[in-house]
């Protein structure tokens, strides 16, 4: 099979390869009824606590209502909670519940796994040094020099 073809644009390229990491990382996810994208988000709670919606979007780097979208199926499977904040009821707080909670434990080896095979397909170096950048171009300080 021919290589995907090479193209200028970085934003062509940068979503092109993330469609297809997606699509392997979910196939070796399906076993447990996850996404990568839903397990991301699980990963996220799981480590803010009980985030806002604000903190939640701005970790996943993604906009408040993209972020009401992916919520939508995981509340619905009972994986999560999301209620009005105690403090402040014009705000909502995003909880794992226990269900969402064993999900992912359950997810655990299967991510795992996956990871080992992107890293022996990509080279564990090459793999940590391509997380280094990801994370680099994700950055609200790439944003702020993108659009000076």
Request: with cysteine.
């Amino acid at each position: 099979m021919a290589p995907a073809p090479v193209t200028r644009c970085n934003g062509t390229s940068l979503r092109r390869a993330t469609r297809r990491v997606s699509q392997l990382y979910d196939a070796v996810l399906a076993p447990v009824g996850l996404k990568s994208t839903q397990r991301s988000i699980l990963i996220a709670v799981s480590r803010l606590g009980s985030p806002g919606m604000g903190e939640l979007a701005a970790a996943l780097v993604l906009d408040r209502s993209a972020l009401a979208h992916n919520l939508k199926p995981l509340e619905r499977d009972g994986l999560l909670r999301v209620a009005p904040d105690a403090t402040d009821r014009r705000s909502r707080r995003v909880t794992l519940t226990e269900a969402g909670e064993e999900r992912l434990a359950q997810s655990k080896a299967l991510w795992e796994q996956a990871q080992k095979r992107f890293e022996k397909a990509f080279g564990k170096h090459e793999a940590a040094v391509l997380r280094e950048t990801l994370a680099r171009i994700a950055s609200p300080e790439f944003a702020e020099a993108f659009l000076r």
